[in-house]
């Protein structure tokens, strides 16, 4: 579903743009203006119904003086008198998108520093139940860690500000850019934001603010290319688990953009509404995606910082990264089948109180419990709380045996939808019957 309508977003926007372009009109705000309205109508025809939501143009959030090309809110705001403007509390937004008929390097700084005070916005502002939720499974899938570990201090400097970031992350509203026409490539694209970025390093005598990675926009978007932030739902970066800590938290595509542009807004709202994962079709196929930035904490004198690391790429490398990646279950040996079952039924498991695991663990050839409970938490489902314990990462984990495999899926869904398309390899008498008059 996500895939169809994102490939009619994509040629809608195609030939509207091009009419656009063609009218006879050289007023820029005029012009700004066709864009907008553009915008809004592609983003109202990706919700759904029913939902109370409103899409307002040139409108403000209370507390930023900045006007937003095109906002995503539940409820009216206040009117302006006279305008169609309004003002939303920070609460009601959804998402906030900044437009340009041309995305240079200029407007692409203009772009991130219009929503770089958005993120303040919403300081001290408590989180909804859905927006718990986010956070929980961002800093499971990003930290590969559970979030009691937070709770009892387990938790190094660099994981605990990458937590703070995910959680502060699942509170602000979706954040997108859209540049109908510029930058031509995804390497431009990459070129022209590093080098603005590059402008704005921090020195002792001169503090910038507004460049952590709750700061970057969600999404950028120029002609067919696209950087995405990999901050929670529905893109997740592992935190490098070495000495450095590196967090690779930006990655760009030049897959189509308004499949981006839908996953990220129906991500949004399948957390706040509760809608079926179903929206997404069977979730099994996931864009290719290129490191872009890398960031991590660092301590300066007596300051607290973000370091940013940038993937150098050729136009080369990165036009032959394309298409997509299919997600695959977890394959499991006997003994993991057997701890994983019991994980499942009870959500945490102490070694200490079924020794019969450590035995079996060493006829499957493990030489030790510790080497069988390290080989669970490499598949970022399961997560040590201490020694000999450890507890699940998702509340819709599944695991299965067909046949003779033991497989496991940290969504139920997702792993039947696998299931059911490779029924032949996995079932090997399940096989179509060919047609006899062929």
């Not at 490939?7 to 656009?20: A, C, G």
């Not at 932030?229 to 308004?258: E, V």
């Not at 839908?262 to 929206?279: A, E, F, N």
């Not at 495999?405 to 390899?425: D, P, Q, T």
Request: proline fraction near 4%.
């Amino acid at each position: 579903m996500i895939n169809t309508i994102a490939d009619l977003l994509r040629e809608l926007s195609e030939k509207e743009n091009q009419r656009l372009k063609e009218q006879d009109i050289e007023h820029r705000p005029s012009i700004g203006t066709m864009y907008e309205g553009l915008t809004a109508d592609i983003l109202q025809r990706s919700l759904f119904e029913g939902l109370g939501l409103v899409v307002a143009k040139s409108s403000f959030i209370k507390g930023c003086p900045t006007e937003f090309d095109v906002i995503l809110a539940e409820g009216e705001g206040y009117k302006y008198p006279y305008t169609d403007k309004q003002q939303f509390e920070p609460e009601q937004v959804l998402a906030v998108i900044q437009v340009k008929k041309t995305l240079n390097a200029k407007d692409l700084k203009d772009s991130y520093e219009n929503l770089k005070h958005i993120a303040g916005l919403y300081v001290g502002k408590e989180a909804k139940e859905y927006m718990c939720n986010v956070a929980t499974d961002s800093v499971h899938h990003t930290l590969q860690r559970s979030i009691k570990d937070y709770e009892d201090g387990k938790l190094s400097l660099e994981e605990e500000y990458v937590y703070h970031s995910l959680v502060t992350e699942a509170q602000l509203p979706v954040t997108i850019v859209i540049g109908y026409n510029g930058l031509k490539s995804e390497a431009s694209l990459r070129e022209k934001y590093y080098e603005y970025l590059e402008g704005m390093v921090s020195t002792e005598d001169d503090v910038k603010r507004g460049y952590g990675p709750n700061n970057f926009p969600s999404l950028f978007i120029c002609e067919d290319n696209s950087i995405v932030k990999m901050m929670g739902m529905p893109y997740s970066a592992p935190l490098r688990q070495t000495p450095d800590g590196w967090w690779d938290f930006i990655a760009s595509s030049h897959y189509n953009p308004m499949y981006f542009f839908l996953d990220m807004l129906w991500s949004k709202l399948h957390y706040r509404y509760g809608l079926p994962v179903s929206i997404f079709g069977d979730d099994l196929e996931t864009p290719k995606l290129k490191p872009f930035l890398a960031c991590k904490i660092a301590k300066q004198g007596d300051r607290m910082g973000w370091c940013y690391f940038y993937y150098p790429m050729s136009k080369q490398e990165l036009n032959s990264i394309t298409g997509t990646v299919e997600w695959q279950p977890t394959f499991l040996d006997e003994i993991q089948y057997r701890v994983m079952n019991m994980l499942c039924y009870d959500g945490e498991l102490d070694f200490s109180e079924v020794p019969q695991i450590e035995i079996d663990a060493k006829e499957f050839g493990y030489p030790s419990l510790e080497e069988l409970i390290q080989s669970l938490c490499n598949t970022g489902i399961v997560a040590r709380t201490d020694t000999n314990k450890i507890r699940l990462l998702t509340q819709d984990c599944q695991v299965m045996m067909i046949n003779d495999k033991f497989v496991m899926g940290e969504s139920a869904e997702r792993l039947n939808n696998w299931l059911i398309k490779h029924s032949a390899e996995i079932l090997p008498w399940k096989e179509t019957k060919k047609d006899e008059n062929l």
